[in-house]
């Protein structure tokens, strides 16, 4: 089936660390993949997307790339800061379909 | 500024009662989606709309209704027949069905 699979949290790091949360993605087609992120209490925010394979969707540092060879879109950041402690859930699309398939989301703890 | 409200933040319901959760946005955009997020798991897809007058059933539509009288509103209603009501609840909005959706910041259901 069309599923989305993340690595579980938390993921607790210190800040200016290296960040990298797993996503993989099964389903027909090449769907469109996204990274939302949701802070305390808030909706979620888009924060960054890729259409088609080798696309590197990239924003405020955070940067994932579409591998169609190992059907992933892993999210990776530089150096962390305290203000990206949220959780981050990495979502497809197929086609024409109507809905998003989100994973189960990561919780991410960035500590002085 | 554009962007998508959801009311009230927090809704108490009682037993037997039927609750309404608005969602307005100024986007222009034509789809709208309610999901429902609970502790620890990603957003599973209620009801959406493509276009006025017409939507379609989620994932989990049963114990909910939607009208889409308007472009802009997409209300949802949480009627007595949802058994286990309590979650987070959150609307988005997209330019086409096919599209990024942008979320609102949520309604909180809580059951007395």
């Known amino acids: 089936g069309n599923s989305v699979t993340q690595m579980e949290g938390p993921v607790t790091l210190s800040e200016e660390a290296f960040l990298t949360i797993n996503c993989t993605y099964t389903?027909?087609?090449?769907?469109?993949l996204f990274w939302y992120v949701q802070y305390p209490g808030e909706g979620l925010q888009l924060l960054l997307k890729?259409?088609?394979?080798?696309d590197k969707g990239s924003n405020k540092g955070f940067e994932a790339t579409y591998r169609k060879e190992t059907t992933s879109f892993h999210l990776e950041k530089g150096s962390v800061q305290v203000s990206d402690s949220a959780v981050y859930f990495c979502?497809?699309?197929?086609?024409?379909?109507?809905?998003?398939?989100f994973g189960t989301g990561t919780r991410l703890q960035v500590t002085l | 500024d554009g962007g998508i409200t959801q009311s009230p933040k927090y809704l108490f319901r009682k037993e037997g009662q039927n609750v309404t959760l608005s969602c307005e946005q100024n986007l222009n955009h034509d789809a709208m989606y309610w999901y429902r997020q609970d502790p620890g798991q990603g957003l599973r897809l209620i009801y959406y709309s493509q276009i006025v007058n017409d939507f379609q059933k989620g994932d989990i539509a049963e114990g909910y209704s939607v009208s889409r009288e308007k472009k802009e509103s997409f209300p949802l209603t949480v009627t007595s027949a949802q058994k286990n009501p309590t979650a987070f609840y959150l609307c988005?909005?997209?330019?086409?069905?096919?599209?990024?959706?942008?979320f609102g910041p949520g309604t909180r259901l809580l059951v007395l």
């Open positions: 979502a497809r699309k197929t086609g024409t379909a109507s809905k998003l398939t």
């Open positions: 890729a259409t088609k394979a080798d």
């Open positions: 988005a909005s997209s330019r086409e069905l096919a599209g990024a959706q942008y």
């Open positions: 389903a027909t087609g090449y769907p469109s």
